[in-house]
């Protein structure tokens, strides 16, 4: 599995659970559960993206805005997760702040796989896209039994 296989197997993840979160909206117990695999999901993704793909696409001129405009977004979507946690669950605000989120985990996910996708595939060799596919997953997999873990504490 090549990286972009890896990253679209969690891109997938991210939507399903999106759709899940904007179909509990009305229940809290679901609602609340389907925003913790959200927030587990993204901080497993977010990091092991960053650090197995983002970084050596930094290294190429071609690639190095997009992978900082990524990056710059994941911060984004991180705070607009911290203002959720904040807000009081089920509220009118708190809602419109869902919907706010899921349009943006959308927005960055369809960008990557439109525009960052076919750039990184022209800088990077089939051999560094098969080669990063692996840490990729190892990554992802290790940082997410470790927010299920802190999730296991919280409730």
Not at 1 to 24: G, K, N, V
Not at 64 to 93: C, F, N, T
């Amino acid at each position: 599995m090549d990286i972009f296989e890896a990253l679209l197997e969690s891109h997938e993840r991210q939507r399903a659970i999106c759709r899940r979160l904007l179909t509990a909206i009305g229940e809290p117990g679901p609602r609340r559960q389907a925003l913790d695999d959200l927030k587990a999901e993204m901080a497993a993704h977010e990091t092991a993206e960053e650090r197995t793909f983002y970084v050596p696409l930094i290294e190429h001129d071609e690639t190095v805005d997009a992978a900082r405009h990524g990056i710059a977004e994941h911060h984004e979507m991180d705070e607009m997760v911290e203002d959720l946690d904040k807000a009081d669950a089920g509220s009118p605000g708190w809602l419109e702040a869902i919907g706010k989120l899921v349009q943006k985990v959308e927005h960055h996910l369809q960008e990557e796989e439109q525009k960052f996708f076919p750039q990184a595939r022209e800088v990077l060799s089939r051999r560094e896209q098969k080669a990063l596919g692996e840490p990729y997953r190892e990554e992802h997999e290790r940082l997410a039994a470790k927010e299920e873990e802190g999730q296991e504490r919280e409730h």
